[in-house]
């Protein structure tokens, strides 16, 4: 069992968004090792047809599963959307995704059951929030809205600009009509354009990450199962890119909020 209890969570991620989720665990698990791949060498996945995102996270989910991980956290949102059923039947090891964690956290913090999501197009179009939100509250009135040039701007290190506020206005405006008191950000990278979204809405609706529910989720499922690492030499972080390491590294350790020491490029 000790073995078990040293090797590491997996979390992966279209690109550099899963570092929300990644940030929490390290927050929440202080002791667990993890491994993050983010496919940056083919962000955004949310255009892609299903077919291409099923392939693409069933080669990710392969990836860590010959790292030995204990757990894998699918943190992008159109991969837990479309791929998840998918990698669960791979996987050997539990997985967990972020839809649910997010859904739960709308639902409770909704007084007036008028929720909006925004996402990636292929998110958004598996209606994978709404079905999600409806299961825990039939009576939550749902308002979807893609963003799919949310994703480039971040990837771009865009997140206070003119341009990523401009193009979000034109977004939210459908959905802030429908007088919504909670807003769902239905994919991991857009906390990093959190401040500037909540700027646009305003005080009166909550803004929802799934990461710190995904992190208690997590931690739950570690210490049911007994797999937590209690102590010992300091956590091992470990990141693969798919592309352009230099640029995610710069860009993530100002949102992960320390050094990414350990960042090598993999080709699947």
């Not at 060498?41 to 047809?49: C, L, Q």
């Not at 429908?178 to 646009?200: A, M, N, R």
């Not at 693969?240 to 020491?261: H, K």
């Amino acid at each position: 069992m000790s073995d078990q209890k040293d090797r590491a969570i997996g979390v992966f991620d279209s690109g550099i968004g899963g570092l929300t989720v990644t940030r929490a665990l390290m927050e929440r698990l202080p002791f667990e090792n993890i491994i993050y791949f983010g496919d940056t060498a083919r962000v955004p996945y949310g255009i892609k047809s299903v077919e291409t995102i099923n392939h693409y996270a069933l080669q990710i989910a392969e990836f860590l599963l010959k790292k030995d991980v204990k757990l894998l956290i699918v943190a992008c949102n159109t991969m837990a959307a479309v791929a998840c059923q998918a990698i669960r039947n791979l996987s050997s090891v539990p997985v967990l995704e972020v839809i649910g964690a997010g859904a739960a956290n709308a639902v409770a913090a909704s007084r007036t059951k008028s929720i909006g999501v925004i996402g990636t197009p292929a998110t958004i179009d598996s209606n994978a929030y709404a079905s999600a939100i409806h299961l825990l509250d039939p009576d939550a009135r749902v308002i979807s809205q893609a963003c799919p040039l949310f994703v480039p701007h971040v990837e771009e290190g865009w997140l206070d600009h003119e341009s990523t506020r401009l193009v979000a206005l034109e977004y939210l405006k459908p959905v802030m009509a429908e007088h919504i008191d909670t807003l769902v950000l239905g994919c991991t990278h857009y906390p990093l354009i959190k401040g500037l979204l909540s700027d646009i809405v305003g005080p009166a609706v909550s803004l929802i990450d799934s990461a710190e529910a995904m992190a208690r989720i997590a931690a739950d499922l570690i210490q049911r199962d007994n797999m937590a690492n209690t102590g010992g030499p300091p956590p091992d972080y470990l990141f693969y890119v798919s592309d352009v390491p230099y640029r995610f590294q710069a860009i993530g350790e100002r949102f992960l909020g320390r050094t990414l020491a350990r960042v090598e490029t993999v080709r699947l």
